[in-house]
T-cell receptor, first 115, second 110 residues
Framework: DAMVIQNPRYQVTQFGKPVTLSCSQT?????MYWYQQKSSQAPKLLFH???????NEADTPDNFQSRRPNTSFCFLDIRSPGLGDAAMYLC??????????????FGPGTRLLVL | RKEVEQDPGPFNVPEGATVAFNCTYS??????FFWYRQDCRKEPKLLMS???SGNEDGRFTAQLNRASQYISLLIRDSKLSDSATYLC???????????FGRGTSLIVHP
C-alpha cells in the first residue's frame, strides 16, 4: 500500500546531541511537511517542501533543519536538541494540485525524548 | 493571523449518546474544511471532508456554515472506539498549507 513511513518511531537523545528523523513516501506527492506536536496542542508546521523548494515557517528555530534529497525522502535534523524539543514529529504529504478536496497524509510520527 | 478555534473539551459522554463539536475559523476566504481524528500518541487521520451541502458518513455528519464561519461534526450512537481527539482543519483557496485547530477530546464511557 502507498504510504508515509517515518523512522525511527521512538528516538531518545541527550541534550545537545544532534538527531536526524527520516520520512519516506510511496505516494509520489510533491509536497512534504514536517510538524511538531506537543501534548494537547495542534500540530505546528516547521517547514515544507514544494518539490525541491524549501519553505521555512518564520517562527521555526534555527536549530531545526531539513533536507529533501529526492521526491521520496525528507529528513529533519535537530542540531542541538533541548528539553523543549521533546515532542511528536509528524511528516505529512499532499499533492497540492489545487483540488479543494485534497488532504494531507500523515506518517505515524517519531516521538522524541531528550534526556 | 489565521485562526481555527475549537473547544478542547474533554466531552465525556455515555455510549449511545449523540455529541456535536463546533469549530470556528477566522478567514472568510477559506475554501476547504476537514475533520481529522487523532488517537492518543498516533498520527492524525482524515475522518471526513466538509462540503457546502453537508455530508454524512454512517454515524458521522459534518456541516459547514459559511455565514457564521463554523463547521460542525455530529456523532450519533457514540461507541467506545470513538474516543479520540477530533481536529478541525481549514485550508484557504489555492493554499496547500492547512491551519489546524488544537482539537476536541472525546471520551465515550460505558
Amino acid at each position: 500500500d502507498a504510504m508515509v513511513i517515518q523512522n525511527p518511531r521512538y528516538q531518545v537523545t541527550q541534550f545537545g546531541k544532534p538527531v536526524t528523523l527520516s520520512c519516506s513516501q510511496t505516494l509520489n506527492h510533491n509536497v512534504m511537511y514536517w510538524y511538531q506536536q506537543k501534548s494537547s496542542q495542534a500540530p505546528k508546521l516547521l517547514f515544507h517542501y514544494y518539490d525541491k523548494d524549501f519553505n521555512n515557517e518564520a517562527d521555526t528555530p534555527d536549530n531545526f533543519q531539513s533536507r529533501r534529497p529526492n521526491t521520496s525522502f525528507c529528513f529533519l535534523d535537530i542540531r542541538s536538541p533541548g528539553l523543549g524539543d521533546a515532542a511528536m514529529y509528524l511528516c505529512a504529504t499532499s499533492t497540492a494540485t489545487g483540488d479543494r478536496r485534497e488532504t494531507q497524509y500523515f506518517g505515524p510520527g517519531t516521538r522524541l525524548l531528550v534526556l | 493571523r489565521k485562526e481555527v478555534e475549537q473547544d478542547p473539551g474533554p466531552f465525556n459522554v455515555p455510549e449511545g449518546a449523540t455529541v456535536a463539536f463546533n469549530c470556528t475559523y477566522s478567514n472568510s476566504a477559506s475554501q476547504s474544511f476537514f475533520w481529522y481524528r487523532q488517537d492518543c500518541r498516533k498520527e492524525p487521520k482524515l475522518l471526513m471532508s466538509v462540503y457546502s451541502s453537508g455530508n454524512e458518513d454512517g454515524r458521522f455528519t459534518a456541516q459547514l456554515n459559511r455565514a457564521s464561519q463554523y463547521i460542525s461534526l455530529l456523532i450519533r450512537d457514540s461507541k467506545l472506539s470513538d474516543s479520540a481527539t477530533y481536529l478541525c482543519v481549514v485550508n484557504d483557496g489555492g493554499s496547500y498549507i492547512p491551519t489546524f485547530g488544537r482539537g476536541t477530546s472525546l471520551i465515550v464511557h460505558p
